[in-house]
């Protein structure tokens, strides 16, 4: 009897000590992510240009890294926080911890080089050498050709200078360890090619992060397979209620296959109107997530592209209830 408690107790030290090695790992030697790359971008007018319009309409970086006011249908941006950062993820509304959106204005990364903002964008690691939560949609973006971080860096540099600054990030354990798991290599797989309107299409839709709102998530923060675009992923929203990521999938019934080109297009369109203007939302009523104000922007030629992608998705039956009250 004295020999087998011998045994456990020794298998036991070594289980916790191969859980305290695992530990250690994961939190001291990763992110295992290259050091970034010795770059200069060259701010031409024309990169700064593009740059513009990735960074404000289709990427939304400036929008994201800003404040929204949530009491207005769709979350109108506070023009003065535009790229300012300050928007909060916390448990009120289901993030498991608190999360700043950080300041990317020059006053902010005028100490990182560019190869460090690349670094940032696309595989999930600051100057630091820190992963970052892919709330922010690196993954997604490190499948953009390397060309249109350039042109976004470019912009970014160009842009009102705040002084803006935010409590360090809180992640719930085990979420605070297995960020560390999450940074990953961009690929740049994806090419600019208008020739194809369906590439084109997934080009636009991976540059706008549309996956990573519009694919359900389970019970572990993991997207559920064969659910792409197929909505269902839940906000909580301040003013009350969940609501829901729409079915983009080409599904005629419960998704967007029986959509017109047209249709599409004024659905975004539609928030551009000069006349339209964002009405207040009362506590317990319907309202969303989808920034629209910027995406309201996407040159039409884009969208028609992006609807020519999801009309060639699988399509995915999954009825979603848009919106459910407290």
């Avoid at 590439?199 to 993991?222: F, I």
């Avoid at 995915?316 to 459910?324: A, G, H, L, R």
């Amino acid at each position: 009897m004295k020999k087998l408690l011998k045994v456990l107790l020794i298998l036991v030290v070594i289980v916790i000590v191969a859980i305290g090695g695992i530990f250690l790992y994961v939190s001291s030697f990763l992110p295992n992510i290259d050091a970034p790359d010795d770059l200069v971008v060259e701010a031409t007018p024309e990169r700064i240009e593009h740059g513009r319009y990735l960074a404000n309409e289709l990427m939304g970086c400036v929008g994201c890294h800003a404040t929204r006011d949530y009491s207005m249908f769709a979350g109108p941006i506070n023009e003065d926080s535009k790229g300012a950062g300050g928007e909060k993820w916390d448990n009120t509304n289901g993030f498991p911890g608190s999360l700043y959106a950080p300041n990317i204005t020059p006053a902010a990364i005028q100490d990182w080089t560019d190869g460090e903002i690349f670094r940032a964008i696309t595989a999930g690691v600051d100057k630091d050498g820190n992963a970052l939560f892919p709330i922010m949609p690196y993954l997604q973006y490190g499948k953009l050709p390397k060309e249109d971080i350039y042109d976004v860096i470019a912009y970014l540099r160009t842009i009102k200078p705040a002084h803006n600054e935010y409590p360090e990030r809180k992640l719930d354990f085990p979420l605070s360890l297995i960020v560390n798991l999450m940074p990953k290599e961009g690929t740049h797989e994806l090419k600019l090619d208008k020739s194809n309107p369906i590439k084109y299409g997934e080009y636009l839709v991976t540059a706008a992060a549309c996956y990573d709102c519009h694919t359900k998530m389970d019970d572990k923060g993991q997207f559920v397979p064969g659910m792409d675009f197929a909505g269902g992923m839940e906000f909580n929203l301040s003013t009350g209620g969940v609501v829901r990521s729409a079915n983009l999938t080409s599904d005629k019934e419960t998704g967007i296959g029986n959509w017109t080109e047209e249709k599409f297009i004024k659905r975004f369109t539609l928030y551009s109107d000069s006349s339209y203007t964002p009405h207040k939302v009362i506590p317990g009523e319907f309202n969303t997530y989808m920034p629209w104000e910027y995406y309201s922007k996407l040159k039409e030629d884009d969208l028609k592209a992006m609807y020519a992608f999801f009309m060639s998705t699988n399509p995915v039956q999954n009825e979603v209830v848009k919106f459910t009250g407290n």
